[in-house]
Structures are given as C-alpha cells and as structure tokens.
C-alpha cells in the first residue's frame, strides 16, 4: 500500500508543465479502433488508465506499444478480431465502455461488461445504449454484459454483424461518453448522423478532430449539435493530444494556496476559463501569460468567498469541484459550491473535515465556512480528483498529512508527487518495499 507525506507550509515557486489530457488520451486510443492503418499519439500521458486502455486494446487483438519516456503511443488496430471488453478491465477503469463504439461501428458487434457505479454517482450508460439502439442496434444486457449488434438498418432486420444507419439523436442530457460513444460508432455509419444537445467539452473536439484525420467527416464538435457523414473506412493517422485541462487546475489551486509565483505551462486559459475566473473571483492574482500558459501568484491576504455551481462545459467543471473546495475552506467567509453533474462528489468532504474545514453538505451543495488553517491528519483517497484535492490539503495544513489510497491519483496524474516537489513542495511517495523493510 503507497501512500504519499505531505508537509505543509512550503512556499511553491517556479514552472510546472501539464501532461497530455486523460479524458483526450483514453478516448483516441479507443477510436484507433477504427482505423484499418497504424495511429501514433503523442503527448500521451504515462498513467495508470491509459495503461489499462492500452490493455483493453490487446485484448482486443490490436498491437499497442507505449513509450513512456517520449509518451508516443501506436496503435495498430488491424488484426482486431474480439469484440469483448472484460469485466475485469473494465471494473478498474471505467472508460473501457469506450470501445462499444468503435468496435460496433467497425465490426457490427460488441460485448462490454457493463460498468456499474463508482464513489461519485451511478453513472448509467443508458444514453450510450439508446444512441446505439438509434443507430440500429439490437442491444440485450445478458450475465452483467451489454451485447450490441447491428442490424443492416433499423428496418431492414438483416443479421447481426452488418452497418449501422445514421440517424437523428437527442440526448436527454448532454454526457461527454455517450456522445464520445455515439460519435464513433456513427462514424463508420451508412448516411448521416446529427447528436443533439450533446455535450461541448473541449476533449469531444480533440476526438472529432483526430477522426477526422484519419478520414471522418464530422463537424459542430464543440457545440451542441454535431452533425457526421458516414464514411466507409479511415486510415491511419499521427495526432498530438491536447494538454490536461484538470491537471492545470490542480496545479493552479496549488499555487493559489502556497505559491509565491507560479506558471503553469500547457494550461489553456479558454479550455477552463469559468474557473479561472471564479480563481480571480476569490482575489487570487491569475492570469494568461500565453495561448498556453497561465501565472498564479498566491499568498494573497484578503481572499473572497465565492459561490460554484458545477455544470457541462462550457460550465464550471465537476471534476475541478473538488480541487477549489480546499482553497475555499480556507477562504474567509461562507461559499457555496452545487454539484450538478453526479450526486455523489462530496465523499471527500469529512476527510477534509477530520484536517480541520468547517464544510456542511446538504443534499447537492456543500456550505463552505472557511478556515484559518487546515491541520495535518491520515486521510484517504475517495477518488481521483477527491484524492489530488487531500495531497492539496496537505500542502495548505500545518504538519505532515499522510494521504493513502494513492492509486486512485497515479490513474489520473503523471508524475503528481514529482511535479509539485520540483516546485518545492515537500511531498514524499511512500511504498509498499519501504513500509516492509
Ligand atoms: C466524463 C469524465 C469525468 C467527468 C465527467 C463529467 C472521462 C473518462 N471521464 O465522465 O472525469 O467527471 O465526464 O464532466 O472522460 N449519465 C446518465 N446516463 C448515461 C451517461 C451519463 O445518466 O448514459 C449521467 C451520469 O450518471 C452523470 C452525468 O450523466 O451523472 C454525466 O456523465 P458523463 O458526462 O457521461 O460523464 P463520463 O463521460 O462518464
């Protein structure tokens, strides 16, 4: 069992550079599915997740190779020949069901264990699974497995294995996977496929261009209508993912918190921008330096509450949610934060409680009185972005916070302990050989 001491008080200084995005890296990797050539990726980020989408793909038959020390990583899809995507690899990462799309669109039939929930919220696949149905699939949920196949047309009642149909789809809400999910699975379609209301995040745009230069023809990713044309086949492409907008916001609420001066390069400034405004909002001196960097001079005295309402991009991001609720606990004042987005983010909350804060919850918002000063204490990881929010804590608490169930952070952030040390954080990775030793 890893876990990461924190001690608290340093004054971080100096410039930190984002990895590749993981909500982009994971889902190209799942559209090179589609490719009948090889894919190169680059700028791909050396987590724990995209290691298990590597190895979703393997199962799948297709060659990945991954070098981790230049983050290229190419994908040969062309001797795909399963259509299955374990319970096994699925249950650890849960983007896994990624790959119905591509393999649906590709090859007429998928199985995908489905999912279940997670520590923050239920999490469905159901707009994901009416999509395919819209695109004329037959989908059955049989031994805890999702089976899709498609069906020449909606009407044509042909046997499983054929091409899908473009079709008109509206979702009841706009989630990123389903309309990721949709995207690819129309792209190898008959016709045309338009997705209503569908979700605008700056990652969905990075997917429709990497499709599209391996041969698609999708347009309006970005906004809430987008519109593809099928086509009958794409080729192999190399395609540099977008830097990881969340990982720029954790950096950014750590140099809030503690740093004296602070760049943070690879933060696009319009990928976040809502929370960056809501940052400046507290009097936190922020600001863009470049098309992709952004300053952060912290240790201002006089800081505002604010209140958070968390929503689909363009709105402010859930995942960021976590992340601000520990420079607010620290703000002077009452803030409010609403989660809109999943109905069970605050898990973390009374970890961050036993350090000290003064946070209530109340169905979907949590009331923030803010603190003097956090106080160190063993915490753990709920999640990803609720685990990075605990190493935050730590930095702003006086003594040294030993944060266990790091996993859940190695998922999401290459290299977190490193980054934030070379800023001159004092932060130490602990693991399992130290602790038996
Ligand atoms: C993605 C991100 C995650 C982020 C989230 C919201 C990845 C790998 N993960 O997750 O980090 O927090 O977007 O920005 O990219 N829903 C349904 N039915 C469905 C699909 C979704 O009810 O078929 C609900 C979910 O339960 C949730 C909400 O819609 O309450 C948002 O989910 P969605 O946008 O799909 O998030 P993910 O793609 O799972």
Redesign the pocket.
């Known amino acids: 069992m890893s876990y990461y001491i924190v001690k608290g008080d340093k004054i971080l200084k100096g410039s930190v550079r984002v990895s590749g995005a993981?909500?982009s890296a994971?889902?190209l990797m799942a559209a090179s599915i589609l490719s009948g050539g090889k894919v190169t990726l680059k700028n791909v980020p050396d987590i724990e997740d995209v290691h298990i989408m590597a190895d979703v793909l393997r199962t799948l038959n297709a060659r990945v190779d991954f070098d981790t020390e230049g983050h290229i990583l190419e994908i040969d899809a062309c001797n795909v020949d399963v259509f299955e995507a374990p319970y096994e690899l699925v249950r650890k990462m849960?983007?896994s069901v990624l790959v119905a799309g591509p393999l649906l669109s590709r090859f007429g039939k998928v199985k995908v264990a489905v999912p279940g929930g997670c520590n923050i919220?239920?999490?469905?696949?159901?707009?994901?699974l009416k999509g395919f149905e819209a695109l004329g699939a037959l989908n059955s949920i049989e031994h805890g497995y999702v089976i899709s196949s498609a069906k020449e047309g909606p009407a044509a009642g042909k046997p499983a294995g054929g091409r899908l149909t473009g079709a008109s789809i509206n979702l009841d809400?706009?989630?990123?996977?389903?309309t990721e999910n949709l995207m690819m699975a129309a792209v190898l379609a008959k016709g045309y496929t338009t997705i209503s209301n569908a979700?605008r995040?700056t990652?969905i745009s990075d997917l429709a261009d990497f499709l599209n230069s391996m041969g698609a023809e999708i347009s309006g990713a970005g906004t809430d209508c987008i519109s593809i044309r099928g086509v009958k086949k794409l080729h192999g492409t190399a395609y540099e993912i977008m830097p990881d907008s969340i990982e720029a916001g954790t950096f950014i609420v750590a140099a809030a918190l503690c740093g004296s001066d602070v760049e943070i390069i690879d933060a696009v400034w319009k990928n976040i921008e809502i929370f960056c405004l809501k940052i400046k909002e507290t009097g936190i001196n922020i600001n863009s330096t470049s098309k992709n960097s952004i300053r952060v001079k912290g240790l201002q005295k006089e800081l505002k509450p604010v209140y958070v309402s968390t929503l689909?991009y363009p709105g402010f991001?859930?995942?960021l949610q976590p992340i601000i609720a520990v420079l607010l606990a620290v703000v002077p004042g009452i803030s409010i934060i609403t989660e809109n987005?999943?109905?069970n983010r605050f898990m973390y909350v009374e970890e961050l409680n036993r350090m000290g804060a003064n946070i209530k919850v109340d169905g979907h918002h949590a009331v923030i009185n803010g603190v003097k000063k956090l106080s160190a204490a063993p915490v753990k990881a709920f999640d990803l972005r609720a685990g990075a929010a605990m190493v935050l804590a730590g930095l702003a608490a006086e003594g040294a916070t030993e944060v266990y169930d790091i996993y859940h952070i190695q998922r999401g952030y290459e290299n977190f302990d490193k980054k934030l040390a070379s800023l001159g954080a004092d932060i130490k990775l602990v693991n399992d050989t130290q602790i038996n030793v």
């Not at 919220?121 to 707009?127: E, F, P």
């Not at 809400?173 to 389903?178: C, I, M, Q, T, V």
């Open positions: 993981k909500n994971l889902k849960r983007a919220g239920a999490r469905q696949i159901d707009l994901h809400f706009p989630s990123r996977g389903a979700a995040e990652e689909p991001p859930t995942d987005v999943f109905e």
